[in-house]
Nanobody
Framework: QVQLAESGGGLVQAGGSLRLSCAAS????????MSWYRQAPGKQRELVAE???????NYADSVKGRFTISRDNAGNTVYLQMNSLKPEDTAVYYC?????????WGQGTQVTVSS
């Protein structure tokens, strides 16, 4: 059974930092695309950052230079280091792992940035 366990969300002041983690279990294949999405109230879910199995990374323009996605050596945990946080970064952040044609989602973790 595939499970994605997210952690690291919370309340932080503008300019602060948070690090999100997503630990994937029950996925044996090493070829995984691991991503972070976010959804703010009243808005659509959007891609924040992704890391492919080959190591390619992509970021939303709004977070370039502030957020960094990384993965542990085993490839089962993906991190999102968020620096210089802004109030507009407030959202529920979701981890997504794609294996082949199947996508798995985490339960989401709330990030709130106060001004």
């Amino acid at each position: 059974q595939v499970q994605l366990a997210e952690s690291g969300g919370g309340l932080v002041q503008a300019g602060g930092s948070l690090r999100l983690s997503c630990a994937a279990s029950g996925i044996s294949r090493s070829e995984k695309r691991m991503s972070w999405y976010r959804q703010a109230p009243g808005k659509q879910r959007e891609l924040v950052a992704e890391k492919t199995s080959t190591g390619t990374t992509n970021y939303a323009d709004s977070v370039k230079g502030r957020f960094t996605i990384s993965r542990d050596n085993a490839g089962n945990t993906v991190y999102l280091q968020m620096n210089s946080l802004k109030p507009e970064d407030t959202a529920v952040y979701y981890c997504r792992v794609v294996v082949g044609f199947v996508a798995y989602w985490g339960q989401g973790t709330q990030v709130t940035v106060s001004s």
